[in-house]
Every structure is written in C-alpha cells, then in structure tokens.
C-alpha cells in the first residue's frame, strides 16, 4: 500500500508539473502574439497611413464627380434649398418689421401718413392681424422643418448610392488589393469617408447656403458704418466750406458798408471823380470770392 501511494503522489506530482510547464508555454506563446501583432499593427498603420488632401489641391475633375452623386437627387436638394430661401427671409425680416411695428406703438417714433415705406405697412398689417404674424412664423418654422427633412433624406440616399458603389468596387479587386490596403482601411471609406462625402453635398451645402444668406442680410451692418463714416467726413468738409463762405460773404458786406456810407456823406462822388470806381468793384469781387 505504502509503494502504491507513493507511485500516485510520484504520477500527481509528475502531471502538476507538466500542466504548470504548458501553461507558461501558453503564457509566453500569447504574450509574444500579442507583441508580433501589435508590432505588425504600428508598423503597418505608419506605412500605410495617407496624407489628407487639402481642397486647394482638388481639381474640377474631382469637385464635379462629387457633385455628380448628388444628380439623381438634385430636385429634393433644390426644394430643399427652396425651403431654406423662404425660412431665411421669414427670419431675416421679421426683426425690421418688428422693428416697425414697436414704433408704431410710440407716438414720438410714429412716421406721418405720407411717408410710409413697404415695411411700415407690413408692420401695420400686423398690427391690426397679429394672427398674420403667428402664421407666418409657423410658415418659417415648417419651412425649415421640410428643409432639414429634404437635406437629410437627400444625405443618407447619396450616402447609399455611394456605399454600393465603393463595395462592388471593392469586390471587383484582385488579391494584390487586399495585400495593399487593410481591412480596417477598406471598411473606414465605406463607412466615415461615404458619410462625409455624402453629407458635403447636402446638408453642408444647406448650411453653407444659409450662412451666406445669413452673410447677404446682414449686408447692412456693414453698410450703416460707412454711410455713417462718410457722412461725418462730407458734414466736415460741409461746415469747413460754409464758415468760408459766410466770411467771405461778411467781408463783401463790410466794404460795400464802407462805401455807401461814403455815399452817405457824399465821399462817393470823388471815387467816380478819380475814376476809382473799378478798384473798388474789383476789391468788392475779392471780399466776396
């Protein structure tokens, strides 16, 4: 009994040590698994990783094959551009004639019937409807409302159009292909780079549509600076030109004084005696120039 037990804690033991022995094979086997494929990863992620392109280096060749993924499309993207005209105008006017209709309210600021603009009727139309005005913003609310909604359906259609075409594209390709690009690389231009391309003829053409309407209305902040510029500089000049004026026109005055109250006292009579008459309308003409 004593040599069986023996033999079973020999054969325990042997086994105990063979089984720690292929687990720290099989530590060491993954950890120098994972370091190989880390390595291949950063190595392959560095030699494969592409500069961007900047748009000024873009041709009119590639901004036209762009736009042409939005061709099938192009009336809900132009409704769509539609709808933001009316709700950019809707929110463009309504300050200016909410403008006007709270001056209507002060009788300081009130204009006189005869001068009377196209907003200042607006603004009385509202005025006596206010219901108009709650009408029209809802008009601008739905506007934008159909505009988002046809950007947004127009994106995510291009965005199919040009998934299926980059997928087929892709299984059309030889083995070299895949031994170039990775996976990971393939499966990033079917998923980011299609949004972002999809999205730049649709929803950021909106957008930019709409700050550059933003832009134009708001043409008269710019404006209002240099009328008021220039009318300061010209209301100089203005006052610079009429000082000189009034002086010259007292200057004038002061010697046809001097010489009618010479009349007066018959001291005339010798200038035209001594023929001084054209000195003194030529000095008359000086003063006055």
């Known amino acids: 009994m004593c040599r069986i037990s023996c033999f079973h804690i020999a054969q325990s033991r042997s086994i105990t040590s063979r089984s720690s022995c292929t687990t720290e094979l099989i530590h060491k086997e993954c950890k120098f698994l994972i370091l190989n494929i880390t390595w291949h990863f950063l190595v392959t992620t560095v030699e494969t990783k592409r500069a961007s392109v900047k748009l000024k280096n873009a041709s009119l060749k590639d901004l036209k094959a762009i736009f042409a993924l939005a061709g099938p499309y192009k009336w809900r993207i132009l409704l769509g551009l539609s709808f933001l005209?009316?709700?950019?105008?809707?929110?463009?006017?309504?300050?200016?004639?909410?403008?006007?209709?709270?001056d209507e309210f002060d009788e300081a600021k009130r204009a006189e019937p005869g001068q009377e603009d196209a907003?200042?009727?607006?603004a009385k139309f509202f005025k006596d409807n206010p219901i108009a005005l709650v009408g029209v913003l809802l008009l601008g609310g739905a506007a934008i409302t159909a505009r988002?909604?046809?950007?947004?359906?127009?994106?995510?259609?291009?965005?199919?159009?040009?998934?299926?075409?980059?997928?087929?594209?892709?299984?059309?390709?030889?083995?070299?292909?895949?031994?170039?690009?990775?996976?990971?690389?393939?499966?990033?231009?079917?998923?980011?780079?299609?949004l972002i391309v999809g999205y730049s003829v649709s929803m950021n053409l909106s957008d930019g549509a709409r700050a550059l309407l933003t832009c134009l209305g708001s043409v008269m902040f710019v404006v209002i600076p240099i009328m008021v510029g220039t009318f300061a500089v010209f209301g100089k000049l203005q006052r610079k030109y009429t000082l000189q004026m009034q002086e010259a026109v007292a200057g004038a005055?002061?010697?046809?004084?001097?010489?009618?109250?010479a009349s007066k006292y018959n001291y005339f009579l010798p200038i035209k005696g001594y023929s001084t008459l054209d000195r003194e309308k030529r000095d008359v003409q000086d003063a006055a120039s």
């Open 119 to 122: 907003t200042l009727k607006i």
């Open 148 to 194: 988002v909604y046809c950007m947004h359906t127009a994106g995510q259609l291009i965005i199919n159009d040009l998934r299926k075409n980059v997928f087929n594209a892709v299984l059309r390709q030889d083995i070299a292909f895949f031994d170039k690009n990775r996976v990971g690389e393939i499966v990033s231009r079917l998923s980011t780079d299609a």
């Open 85 to 102: 005209g009316v709700s950019s105008s809707i929110f463009l006017l309504t300050p200016r004639v909410l403008g006007k209709l709270i």
């Open 253 to 261: 005055n002061q010697v046809g004084k001097i010489l009618f109250s």
